[in-house]
């Protein structure tokens, strides 16, 4: 089966502190003023005392359908062969129809390379065998990637164990990111 | 005649400014100190070394300082340039992780706001105008100061201050060997409620907590969530989806609060009404240990005769928190004994009776028995802790006269390594018992830390002498008369640290980028011209070091390759978890010391002030993305949290007519502040909160300067007798749109 890579996040491990947007800036030289990733809160819903909040990490969705990379006129912003969503910044020429393609406000342009910029899944990293930098250094294990079509994989242990839903479903991209928001006692061994 | 510079021009100098990476102080700088060789960590790292030399890229291992916690970090550096940080998996304090202020430590050590050589106030003080100085004229200077009010007012006249960091012990030589009483931590702004109650009931000041195997737990000031200490948060995380059930007590909804089982919006200062009545229903249900409490404690029918009238129905009217809830944690408390911890938290609700509240709360863990057992409380590890080797040094001279601090003299139950700060401050103003003249003040920043902080600006303009110590203009630099600039902690040594049967380094990951120094070194040299050397007896860091380590068949090469050192065969001793270090040698639910001292010995009720009509109680807290008053000067952080904003509940706003991010005005019997406002359902009504350690009134952090607003600018001086703590809490205030 194809390689695809994509992402877990179980949202109920998350306590919001935002390390691991600080990890991707420093890994990926992220200028400040600009994020490649996130963390949003629902904000505190309810009446006091009866009240909750919850928090959901986010980055690019590395979709099966990224309208991304149809809009992009150079080809500068492709599908990689395991689902990796990426920028080939010597053919992208700034145009900026990517950035407003993605319905998940998950690129931004760069002000210092002028290029369209995003999520990589720290493609270095990877091919050094090592984790996305948000998710190493993630304290709740909230954070989980790897190759969805692996059934010995993290991430397809989690979607086979618990269920899960995706972002913006009905605009079609069929986004990587899968979301858990039940309690995860354990996080299954896995690759 | 030497120039003079204000900030701006001090740091707009292009000369000091880092270079582009790796031109200026590149690839020679990072790989001068340590070859690459044997700089990488051990094999267990999570960054593999592969080919990595080649590509002049190394990985040094070394220990934060981007908070007090200490964890583990991994650098990895190229061509001299600290590209990122990483979670050292070998150590206990983060196994692995860092927090976002940790990934930030980038940030701190590139930050153009670096003092970047020692500094002599050129102008008025804190009229932010310097001269750059010599290493030596700096220190002479220092020293100088130092003999001088030595020889005219005594040692006594002298403060020394130093927070938690790893060169700790060696201030601690320096100022002893100087002869000063007058030794300022800033723990009583911190947990001195805490430390003291345990340390009066189990004769241990901070027992651990074993979260791994914990049932159920009690939160009452312990917000890991926010306040981050990162194995301590991570197991917490863990424990939340084992399932445990989490009780909050915090009139906040914190984000500890939102992954919790049950939030109870406690009323500011009730914490132990709430405690006093779990205790009741605990004796009146005969849910207690009792063979535990027959062996291992005393003063249980005293206890009993206390607790009586402090029914559910009681505390409900003091702490608003419903009877039938109390008795219901009360039942569920005692049916998971011994796995269930009532946290020593860390500051609670910062009253006056915080102390009561922690021995209620020191009380309630002994009544089921959890000490030592699993999922309860954790006896001190003290003598589980592998022993350095020590520097010997001449006697130290006695220290003559009375601590400034009130200590013991005023505070006879606060032990002098805790000392009372906040007084110490309060007594440079009223130069009681005797008039202070210098202060040396190491990594810490009192004009934004200490309650009320135009006194305490008013306490460095009366002395003579101000000497600091630090990476960055604190607003404590910025009203110092000399600036020693210490190497941030990815650019020197610091004394080893053991953790259990592990030693741990410091060690520079690259050389410092500028003409700074270690504080090891910094109070070697002082000391040297003190006339005090022998005192320090090390040559540099690294002889420092060999020395710590001579107990140990390891070299000092040898532990900077692998990062950190495991003592071979290392017994743990679990024999003495159970001699109490009491009056009574017991666990003292009634404590002997308070009876010595006419007090009520058993946890009493001590009702607290409430604010009057129009009156808000004002809160403050952590947030995750910055550490007290250290960070905020940080762009990474700052991207990640802005400024800090006054939380108003909705009905709140609504009367003021104010929305989220409007600018609103608290003030109170001392202060008064602007901020934004952050509208929320998740406060009580009668509550404002607002994260410290924002407000910096430094022209030398540029980033931070005049970002949100002090709580210190707000906060009254209130301090409980008992503990010394300051009672943050017991500050009221009034809101306005502004």
């Known amino acids: 089966m194809t390689v695809r890579m994509g992402f877990v996040i179980i949202t109920s491990r998350c306590i919001d502190c935002d390390a691991c947007m600080v990890a991707c800036r420093a890994e990926n030289d992220v200028p400040i003023g600009k994020t490649r990733n996130w963390v949003k809160s629902s904000g505190v819903q309810g009446e006091f005392p009866k009240v909750k909040e919850v928090f959901q990490p986010g980055n690019c969705m590395h979709c099966e359908h990224p309208p991304c990379v149809s809009v992009c006129p150079t080809g500068a912003s492709q599908k990689r062969a395991d689902g990796i969503v990426i920028v080939e910044n010597s053919k992208c020429i700034g145009c900026k129809y990517c950035i407003t393609a993605c319905p998940y406000d998950a690129r931004f342009a760069n002000p210092e390379t002028g290029k369209a910029d995003k999520c990589t899944f720290c493609l270095q990293r990877l091919e050094q065998g090592l984790k996305p930098a948000c998710v190493q250094t993630c304290l709740g294990k909230s954070r989980h990637a790897g190759d969805l079509n692996d059934p010995e994989s993290v991430v397809a242990k989690l979607i086979a164990k618990y269920p899960s839903r995706q972002l913006l479903t009905y605009v079609g991209t069929g986004p990587n990111i899968y979301y858990i928001d039940e309690v995860v006692p354990e996080i299954p061994e896995g690759k | ?738």
């Open chain 2, 1 to 738: 005649m030497a120039k003079i510079f204000t900030w701006n021009q001090l740091f707009s100098r292009r000369q000091f400014i880092k270079g582009a990476a790796g031109t200026v102080l590149g690839a020679s700088a990072g790989l001068g100190l340590l070859a690459p060789g044997k700089t990488f960590a051990g094999s267990s790292s999570s960054i593999p070394a592969d080919s990595a030399e080649s590509r002049g890229i190394k990985k040094v291992t070394t220990i934060c300082e981007q908070c007090v916690w200490r964890c583990g970090v991994i650098a990895r550096v190229e061509n001299g340039v600290v590209k990122k940080l990483e979670g050292n998996p070998d150590h206990p304090n983060n196994v692995g992780k860092l927090c976002p202020r940790g990934n930030a430590g980038i940030e701190t050590l590139y930050s153009p706001d670096r003092i970047k050589f020692p500094l002599i106030r050129a102008g008025a003080r804190g009229s932010g105008l310097w001269r750059r100085a010599s290493w030596d004229e700096a220190l002479t200077y220092t020293a100088g100061q130092m003999k001088k009010i030595k020889d005219k007012y005594g040692a006594k006249a002298m403060m020394f201050n130093s927070t938690d960091n790893l060169s700790q012990p060696l201030f601690e030589i320096l100022l002893k060997a100087y002869g000063t009483p007058n030794y300022g931590t800033q723990r009583s702004l911190c947990f001195n409620a805490m430390t003291t109650g345990f340390y009066y009931t189990y004769g241990v000041p901070q027992p651990g907590t074993d979260y791994k195997n914990c049932k159920y737990m009690i939160f009452a000031g312990r917000n890991l969530a926010e306040g981050i200490s990162n194995n301590e948060t991570q197991e917490m995380i863990e424990m939340i989806a084992r399932g445990t059930k989490v009780v909050v007590l915090d009139p906040r909804f914190s984000k500890t609060a939102s992954k919790a089982t049950e939030w109870l919006p406690v009323r500011p200062g009730t914490d132990s009404a709430f405690f006093l009545a779990i205790l009741n229903v605990i004796i009146q249900e005969k849910l207690y240990n009792q063979d535990f409490i027959t062996t291992y404690t005393q003063g249980f029918d005293d206890l009993v005769q206390e607790v009586k009238e402090y029914t559910p129905e009681w505390a409900e009217k003091k702490c608003e928190i419903p009877g039938a809830t109390i008795e219901r944690i009360a039942r569920e408390f005692a049916a998971a004994a011994p796995a269930a911890i009532a946290h020593p938290n860390w500051r609670t609700s910062n009253f006056k009776n915080s102390f009561q509240t922690e021995r209620a709360i020191a009380v309630l863990n002994a009544l089921i028995g959890n000490w030592a057992k699993p999922g309860g409380l954790i006896p001190d590890q003290e003598i589980n802790t592998a022993k350095l080797g020590v520097l010997s040094h001449p006697p130290f001279p006695p220290a003559q006269g009375m601590r400034l601090d009130g200590v013991p003299w005023q505070y006879p139950l606060v032990p002098l390594s805790y000392g009372v700060i906040q007084t110490m401050r309060d007594n440079i103003l009223t130069g009681k018992p005797y008039e202070a003249k210098g202060w040396l003040i190491s990594r810490q920043n009192p004009i934004l830390s200490i309650p009320e902080r135009q006194k305490t600006i008013n306490a460095f303009m009366k002395l003579d002498f101000v000497a600091v110590i630090d990476i960055q203009a604190s607003d404590t630099a910025y009203y110092a008369d000399v600036i020693l600039p210490e190497s941030s902690y990815l650019e020197r040594y610091d004394g080893l640290v053991p953790i259990g049967d592990k030693i741990f380094i410091r060690q520079p990951v690259i050389e410092p980028l500028y003409d700074t120094k270690s504080s090891l070194m910094i109070y070697k040299e002082l000391a040297d011209k003190l006339g005090l050397g022998d005192f320090l007896p090390y040559k540099d860091e690294r002889d420092l070091l060999a020395k710590q380590l001579k107990p140990y068949p390891i070299s000092l090469d040898e532990l900077e390759k692998a990062g950190h050192y495991v003592v071979p065969n290392f017994q743990k001793d679990y024999s003495k978890d159970f001699e109490f270090q009491t009056s009574s040698g017991k666990i003292e639910l009634s404590s002997s010391i308070m009876a010595q001292m006419g007090k009520k010995a058993v946890p009493t009720w001590d009702e607290p002030p409430r604010p009057s009509q129009g009156h808000y109680y004002l809160l403050t807290g952590k947030t995750a993305q910055h550490s007290q008053m250290f960070t905020q000067n940080n762009r990474w952080l700052l991207e990640v949290f802005s400024e800090n904003r006054a939380w108003l509940h909705t009905s709140v706003a609504a009367k003021l007519g104010v929305k989220t991010d409007d600018k609103v005005i608290l003030e109170s019997d001392v202060g008064k502040v602007t901020i934004k406002a952050q509208v929320t359902e998740g406060i009580r009504p009668d509550c404002i909160f607002m994260v410290g350690g924002f407000g910096h009134v430094s022209k030398g952090l540029r980033s931070a300067y005049k970002l949100g607003a002090s709580d210190s600018a707000l906060h009254k001086t209130v301090t409980d007798p008992l503990s010394g703590g300051s009672a943050l809490s017991e500050t009221f205030v009034t809101v306005s749109k502004a």
